[in-house]
C-alpha cells in the first residue's frame, strides 16, 4: 500500500470486473475510505482484504467514483506518468498529408479516463470529463502543447 494516496476498500466481491482490467468502479462497490480525498486526487484501491488492486481518481460526486489510471502497483501517478500516456496517444495517431483535424486522446482507450483531446490545425481542444483530468488540467495542458507544438 502506498502510504501517500488515500485508500479505498471494495466490497466483498466487486474487485471481478478490476481484475478483467475495467477502469470503472461505481459507487456501491466502496466499502470503506481510508483518508480524505480531495476530488480528482489519485486513490489505492485495495480489496477487501487489503490486496492492492489499481491506482485510480477519485471522484466523490458521480456514479463512477473512481477511475482507474493504472492497474500497475509499480506505476505512479505524476507528471511522467501523464507525459508517457499522451505521448503514446498523439505518437499513436498517423497524421495524413494534409490532414490537420482529427481525435488525439480517446480517454479510457489510451489509459486517460475522462480525458478527450482534438486538434484542428494548430489548436487543441480539450475535454475534461471527469474529476482526475479536471484536476491536472494545467498539466495535461502544458504537455499537449510540448508533445504537439499546437496551442
Known amino acids: 500500500m502506498n502510504d501517500r494516496n488515500p485508500s479505498v476498500f471494495l466490497g466483498r466481491g466487486r474487485e471481478d470486473s478490476l481484475r478483467r482490467r475495467h477502469p470503472w468502479i461505481f459507487s456501491g462497490a466502496v466499502s470503506r475510505l481510508e483518508g480524505e480525498p480531495a ?46 500516456r499522451l505521448e503514446r496517444a498523439v505518437r499513436g495517431r498517423p497524421e495524413e498529408p494534409g490532414e490537420e483535424c482529427g481525435r488525439l486522446v480517446y480517454s479510457e482507450s489510451d489509459g486517460l479516463p475522462g480525458l478527450i483531446v482534438d486538434r484542428y490545425g494548430p489548436w487543441l481542444v480539450c475535454q475534461f470529463l471527469s474529476a482526475g483530468p479536471e484536476a491536472r488540467r494545467e498539466t495535461i495542458g502544458a504537455l499537449l502543447t510540448e508533445i504537439t507544438g499546437c496551442r
Open 39 to 84: 476530488s480528482g486526487e489519485t486513490v489505492e484501491v485495495l480489496s477487501r482484504d487489503g490486496e492492492w488492486l489499481a491506482r485510480g481518481a477519485w471522484s466523490p460526486h458521480s456514479q463512477i467514483r473512481i477511475r482507474v489510471w493504472t492497474f500497475d502497483e509499480k506505476e505512479p501517478v505524476d507528471e511522467g506518468f501523464f507525459r508517457r
